[in-house]
């Protein structure tokens, strides 16, 4: 990390499961390799109908494709398109990829012995808490249930 910022590099470190939506490479440059390899390939198939890619056409569709998709435009534009340079946070949380946090309002149910002033006298009370859960949650009430009674 000194190396690179003694060379003017920053890194820049992505929030997970977003990773995909916010690289540079991914947005800019792969896909235009990727659409210049396609149009190789569709060429090669024109020119031979049955004959499968070999090792040397393979590095011909190849380095065409490269020269084609691995630009200096196509680099800067992926940084460019997700918002990561000029800083754009704004277009970068607007990414179709990425979504909004989601917020959950847990509201407790009122149960026939939880009023304002009521108190848990008894395990049976703690235990009867426990109605209409999940199974996860009556373990957790009946280990309780379990600690009330010692």
Not at 28 to 48: D, H, M, Q, S, W
Not at 59 to 68: H, M, P, S, V
Not at 93 to 118: F, V
Request: aromatic fraction near 10%; proline fraction near 6%.
């Amino acid at each position: 990390m000194a190396t690179c910022f003694l060379n003017n590099v920053y890194c820049c470190y992505l929030p997970s499961y977003c990773s995909y939506s916010l690289q540079p490479l991914d947005n800019g440059v792969f896909n235009a390799f990727k659409a210049a390899y396609r149009k190789e390939l569709e060429k090669l198939a024109i020119l031979t109908d049955s004959i499968p890619v070999d090792k040397v056409n393979f590095i011909r569709a190849y380095t065409k494709a490269r020269e084609i998709g691995m630009i200096k435009k196509n680099i800067l534009s992926g940084w460019k398109v997700i918002g990561n340079w000029p800083i754009s946070r704004s277009k970068a949380l607007k990414h179709p990829e990425i979504q909004e946090d989601r917020t959950i309002k847990i509201t407790p149910e009122p149960g026939p012995y939880l009023g304002s002033d009521d108190i848990l006298y008894t395990s049976r009370q703690i235990r009867d808490l426990s109605k209409n859960k999940t199974p996860v949650i009556r373990r957790r009430y009946a280990v309780i249930t379990k600690g009330f009674k010692t």
